[in-house]
């Protein structure tokens, strides 16, 4: 597999040119990275006009990902969610996008950018973090809009590793002419396993990967994948809804280091995986004989629930990370492992030591707040938009929210800009460890 792009980012750093150019490094530097460090030079190609090298690294990606069509991001799956939903508006004389409510915040900047009205698909049970969508569930609230919406948009997989049954609702969707978007961030692997299971292998018409979390990638390296569905989009259509979330001086290095994952991908990742995945299974099995509840979960991920052997996910966390582990995430309830072919038999072993030596621990059981949907009292846009103030949760009971306000990870709102916040959402924020929210004035 051929490296365009970093054989000529290096070619023209063995070159010994003068550097009359931007970055005011010159490739020289402190990090030791400086000399492949560029800007749009002749020959480097420009990433929103792509023509050359970066054209030719992205066709052979769409050809190892079996896409229509996919180009890079410099801006992670943040900017590649913004250009999904750019594009399905596009195509459709609807503004309306229902969406499973666990969606990541980029999707609700996306939607105020773009004066999307958001249908929410609501987690039965209650859960922040966790959307199960079924193809019934689905059908039912394709059938009471009053409109065919732009767009159905999911989460798959999700922060804490659970898979939504992408292919039937795909099916769904295709039946009534929608087309189905993925926020596939921590999945960009999944067509690389034994058994390929990426959101394109079961029909989406667009879809996201974070390279960066789960390849051997540069942190903010994403693609924007163009399935074979019911979209019909052309690749200056998607490079123009990219450039509008995206910088205009995307990183050369995270580009090279998406061209450079080409070759992994062509060589390397399919038998790394399947062994990654079997050690991954030996680690769940393991914990689970010393006592741990382990999730089912994609295939990369150990999500244990902490909560369930008297351990708060954080503290829990703080265990693993005086031993020298530092975990994906954790809250009050879960904690969650990121694993990848690039982790070390050895350090699965320091989990599995740590963990074993951890034990029962003495918090009593709890139970996640359960919130119920809040009243829309003004649109996205306006309310992400408004004059807004900062104020502790406790004032923020019956005020509308503005900007949602959410870490990340997991970046998950807890309410959205435009809703009242109620004095259960209040307890959702708490538990979470929120203080403070953003409300319109």
Same mark, same amino acid.
């Given at each position: 597999?051929?490296?365009?792009?970093?054989?000529? #980012?290096?070619?023209?750093?063995?070159?010994?040119?003068?550097?009359?150019?931007?970055? @005011?490094?010159?490739?020289?530097? !402190?990090?030791?990275?400086?000399?492949?460090?560029?800007?749009?030079?002749?020959?480097?190609?420009?990433?929103?006009?792509?023509?050359?090298?970066?054209?030719?690294?992205?066709?052979?990606?769409?050809?190892?990902?079996?896409?229509?069509?996919?180009?890079?991001?410099?801006?992670?799956?943040?900017?590649?969610?913004?250009?999904?939903?750019?594009?399905?508006?596009?195509?459709?004389?609807?503004?309306?996008?229902?969406?499973?409510?666990?969606?990541?915040?980029?999707?609700?900047?996306?939607?105020?950018?773009?004066?999307?009205?958001?249908?929410?698909?609501?987690?039965?049970?209650?859960?922040?973090?966790?959307? !199960?969508?079924?193809?019934?569930?689905?059908?039912?609230?394709?059938?009471?809009? !009053?409109?065919?919406?732009?767009?159905?948009?999911?989460?798959?997989?999700?922060?804490?590793?659970?898979?939504? &049954?992408?292919?039937?609702?795909?099916?769904?969707?295709?039946?009534?002419?929608?087309? /189905?978007?993925?926020?596939?961030?921590?999945?960009?692997?999944?067509?690389?396993?034994?058994?390929?299971?990426?959101?394109?292998?079961?029909? %989406?018409?667009?879809?996201?990967?974070?390279?960066?979390?789960?390849? &051997?990638?540069?942190?903010?390296?994403?693609?924007?994948?163009?399935?074979?569905?019911?979209?019909? #989009?052309?690749?200056?259509? *998607?490079?123009? %809804? /990219?450039?509008?979330?995206?910088?205009?001086?995307?990183?050369?290095?995270?580009?090279?280091? =998406?061209?450079?994952?080409?070759?992994?991908?062509?060589?390397?990742?399919?038998?790394?995986?399947?062994?990654?995945?079997?050690? $991954?299974?030996?680690?769940?099995?393991? =914990?689970?004989?010393?006592?741990?509840?382990?999730?089912?979960?994609?295939?990369?991920?150990?999500?244990?629930?902490?909560?369930?052997?008297?351990?708060?996910?954080?503290?829990?966390?703080?265990?693993?990370?005086?031993?020298?582990?530092?975990?994906?995430?954790?809250?009050?309830?879960? =904690?969650?492992?990121? $694993?990848?072919?690039?982790?070390?038999? @050895?350090?699965?072993?320091?989990?599995?030591?740590?963990?074993?030596?951890?034990?029962?621990?003495?918090?009593?059981?709890?139970?996640?707040?359960?919130?119920?949907?809040?009243?829309?009292?003004?649109?996205?846009?306006?309310?992400?938009?408004?004059?807004?103030?900062?104020?502790?949760?406790?004032? *923020? $009971?019956?005020?509308?929210? *503005?900007?949602?306000?959410?870490?990340? !990870?997991?970046?998950?709102? $807890?309410?959205?800009?435009?809703?009242?916040?109620?004095?259960?959402?209040?307890?959702?924020?708490?538990?979470?460890?929120?203080?403070?929210?953003?409300?319109?004035?």
């Amino acid at each position: 597999m051929k490296t365009p792009l970093c054989d000529f #980012v290096a070619a023209y750093e063995q070159s010994g040119a003068a550097r009359l150019h931007m970055p @005011g490094h010159k490739g020289r530097g !402190p990090l030791g990275c400086e000399g492949r460090d560029i800007t749009e030079i002749a020959g480097a190609d420009s990433l929103y006009e792509a023509g050359g090298v970066i054209a030719k690294s992205e066709r052979s990606a769409a050809a190892l990902f079996g896409a229509r069509a996919t180009f890079y991001s410099a801006g992670g799956s943040s900017q590649c969610v913004g250009a999904m939903l750019c594009l399905a508006l596009q195509q459709s004389d609807s503004r309306v996008v229902l969406a499973a409510r666990n969606a990541h915040k980029s999707f609700l900047h996306a939607a105020a950018l773009l004066d999307a009205d958001v249908r929410w698909l609501w987690p039965e049970p209650y859960s922040l973090l966790h959307c !199960p969508v079924t193809p019934a569930a689905l059908e039912a609230a394709l059938a009471a809009l !009053p409109e065919v919406p732009a767009a159905v948009y999911i989460t798959s997989p999700d922060y804490l590793g659970n898979l939504q &049954p992408v292919a039937r609702l795909a099916e769904v969707c295709h039946a009534r002419g929608v087309p /189905l978007l993925v926020d596939n961030a921590h999945g960009a692997y999944l067509h690389f396993l034994p058994v390929p299971a990426h959101p394109l292998d079961e029909g %989406a018409d667009l879809c996201c990967d974070s390279a960066h979390k789960t390849l &051997p990638v540069l942190t903010g390296g994403a693609y924007l994948h163009l399935g074979r569905g019911v979209l019909d #989009v052309e690749a200056g259509q *998607a490079r123009a %809804a /990219l450039a509008l979330f995206g910088s205009t001086s995307p990183s050369y290095l995270i580009l090279q280091s =998406l061209d450079a994952c080409n070759r992994y991908l062509a060589d390397e990742a399919k038998p790394r995986l399947a062994a990654c995945v079997k050690a $991954v299974e030996a680690l769940k099995a393991d =914990l689970e004989a010393q006592g741990w509840a382990v999730a089912e979960s994609e295939p990369l991920k150990v999500t244990i629930h902490a909560s369930k052997r008297g351990w708060r996910g954080d503290a829990l966390a703080d265990v693993l990370r005086r031993g020298g582990v530092e975990c994906e995430y954790a809250d009050p309830d879960d =904690l969650v492992l990121m $694993v990848s072919p690039q982790n070390t038999p @050895g350090e699965l072993d320091r989990v599995r030591a740590l963990l074993a030596r951890a034990g029962r621990g003495s918090d009593a059981p709890r139970t996640p707040p359960r919130m119920a949907r809040p009243r829309q009292a003004m649109p996205i846009r306006a309310a992400l938009l408004a004059p807004a103030e900062e104020v502790p949760v406790e004032a *923020a $009971v019956g005020r509308v929210c *503005a900007a949602p306000t959410v870490g990340c !990870p997991p970046a998950v709102p $807890v309410v959205v800009s435009g809703e009242v916040i109620g004095a259960d959402a209040a307890d959702v924020f708490r538990y979470y460890g929120i203080e403070k929210v953003r409300v319109v004035r």
